[in-house]
């Protein structure tokens, strides 16, 4: 499975941003896939889940402004993001999972400033 997000780019603070990662290869068989992030110096962190049928997973960092969705026919997700900080800049980076094994894009860069 390969993975090719896009979308992020430089957002004011308060702004919004959608996020998209299509999936290639064997993504018929994707399980779940989601979103994390990386920020410098700081640790890979979840964002949020989708599953095939599409029951979604976040954490309380970003409940309420961040909402993942999945189109299947394009074996596509995306995450909208909304009311950005400068805190959400970071390297985000799509995932998938197929069974036990996990797979990652290469990771978009997301910069909130004004």
């Known amino acids: 499975v390969q993975l090719q997000a896009s979308g992020g780019g430089l957002v004011q603070p308060g702004g919004s941003l959608r996020l998209s990662c299509a999936a290639s290869?064997?993504?018929?068989?994707?399980?779940?896939m989601g979103w994390y992030r990386q920020a410098p110096g700081k640790q890979r962190e979840l964002l949020a889940l989708?599953?095939?049928?599409?029951?979604?997973t976040y954490p309380d960092s970003v409940k309420g402004r961040f909402t993942i969705s999945r189109d299947n026919a394009k074996n596509t997700v995306y995450l909208q993001m909304n009311t950005l900080k400068p805190e959400d800049t970071a390297v985000y980076y799509c995932?998938?999972?197929?069974?036990?094994?996990?797979?990652w894009g290469q990771g978009t860069l997301v910069t909130v400033s004004s």
């Open positions: 290869g064997s993504s018929f068989s994707i399980n779940v």
């Open positions: 989708i599953s095939s049928v599409g029951s979604t």
């Open positions: 995932y998938a999972r197929i069974l036990t094994t996990h797979y």
